[in-house]
């Protein structure tokens, strides 16, 4: 029996503002948050017929050959899913992105600045070391913080109704 083996590297490429970068692929910690949140929000969301919650790798393009991120959840409401293509083409209701090591500077900066230019309505922000979850949603096009919560507590989705996530679920392992 002959096997075959796939030549693949596991790092995750971006474009973002036209330059392209290269990170390496998350770390369990990071995997297991993602799942958690992506388990609570995909139940509710399908309980609900809201629309649909996906996950990373996936590419999402604001703009060919300027933006293509990879959020690590990213939601998109039912009147919204023509952007559900070979990869996300447009742009996603919600998105979130769990703070990696390395990754502090382009999450909080510059992924938000993206997602706020291309009108995002929400953004979530996920920081495992400090236990932080932030919410922003877009206000006069620009993004305010709308939901907090540090070590325990419950956040809530303004975009995605209903939704209320105690991040303790989210950040225990």
């Known amino acids: 029996m002959e096997t075959l083996t796939l030549e693949r590297d596991f790092d995750l490429t971006e474009i973002i503002n036209g330059e392209e970068v290269v990170s390496p692929s998350p770390f369990s910690k990071h995997q297991i948050i993602s799942s958690n949140l992506f388990r609570q929000v995909d139940r509710h969301v399908t309980q609900k017929g809201l629309g649909r919650v996906l996950f990373s790798p996936l590419d999402v393009i604001l703009e060919e050959g300027l933006n293509r991120l990879q959020p690590d959840i990213l ?5 919204n899913t023509a ?6 083409r447009g742009v996603p209701d919600m998105v979130c992105e769990i703070v990696s090591q390395g990754s502090f500077r382009w999450d909080i900066n510059i992924k938000k600045e993206i997602y706020e230019k291309y009108g995002v309505l929400e953004y979530w922000i996920i920081i495992p070391e400090l236990k932080i ?24 989705s303004k975009v995605i109704e209903g939704l209320q996530v105690n991040i303790k679920d989210v950040l225990e392992d």
């Open 83 to 88: 952007i559900i293509q070979d990869w996300i």
């Open 133 to 156: 979850c932030e919410v922003f949603t877009i206000e006069e096009g620009k993004y305010k913080l709308y939901s907090y919560a540090e070590g325990e507590g419950v956040v809530t």
């Open 75 to 79: 939601f998109i409401r039912k009147n």
